[in-house]
């Protein structure tokens, strides 16, 4: 189907472990971005993607590595997960900037 | 201080009442204007967008952006359970890909 997709979409890990949050979009858009909504504090961007090989930080990248061979998937990756990292994970992807992002339906992750 | 500022809510509203979100900011290089509705357990979908200041209509809703007052306002006219949801401004300005969300206002309209 074409879109946005991210698995999994809910997930369970250890303090500890690494974990990959996948992100995968049909519509070729040179953007995509991550970002993780907590209450209180909206959306926050993570890491974000103008193009395939090209990466750059937002607002809270620490702990958290992405990369972007192809230019449809962006995956997440946390290093070694923390409970401060227990959190949803949204995808986003956009043709242009950061105006008119489409996003995905969300990972729910729960790091114990 | 946050860059942009949004009432959490939840706000309660019957059904058929116009309704109104606002968001405050603070960055005066703002010059694009969104707002998502977000419903439980989905992603933040666009709603409407604007470019600097003026008025946007799209059926039920109209969004408004005062640059002097670093205001920006979402109307919902003839409200419906339907838009129960969560409301996000964003915004950005040129030159940037970094867009700022506010925290959302929850919605709700009871029949």
């Known amino acids: 189907d074409a879109g946005i997709t991210q698995s999994p979409r809910y997930k369970i890990t250890e303090t500890g472990r690494q974990v990959t949050l996948m992100c995968h979009q049909t519509w070729s858009h040179s953007y995509m971005f991550w970002y993780r909504q907590d209450l209180g504090h909206g959306l926050r961007l993570i890491y974000y993607?103008?193009?395939?090989?090209?990466?750059d930080k937002g607002e809270v990248p620490d702990g958290y590595v992405v990369s972007r061979s192809k230019t449809e998937n962006f995956p997440l990756t946390l290093e070694s997960a923390t409970r401060s990292q227990t959190s949803v994970y949204f995808c986003?992807?956009?043709?242009?900037?950061?105006?008119?992002?489409?996003f995905g339906q969300g990972t729910r992750l729960t790091v114990v | 201080q946050k860059e942009v500022e949004q009432d959490p809510g939840p706000l309660s509203v019957p059904e058929g009442a116009i309704v109104s979100l606002n968001c405050t900011y603070s960055?005066?290089?703002?010059?694009?204007f969104m707002w998502y509705r977000q419903y439980s357990r989905k992603g933040p979908e666009l709603l409407m967008y604007?470019?600097?200041?003026g008025n946007k209509e799209d059926g039920r809703f109209t969004a408004q952006v005062d640059k002097s007052s670093k205001y920006i306002s979402l109307f919902i006219r003839d409200s419906q359970p339907s838009d129960s949801a969560t409301y996000l401004c964003a915004m950005t300005s040129r030159g940037t890909d970094k867009l700022i969300f506010g925290t959302g206002t929850r919605l709700q309209v009871f029949p």
């Open positions: 993607s103008a193009a395939a090989d090209i990466t």
């Open positions: 960055n005066s290089a703002f010059q694009y």
């Open positions: 986003a992807s956009s043709p242009q900037g950061s105006t008119e992002a489409f």
């Open positions: 604007t470019y600097s200041s």
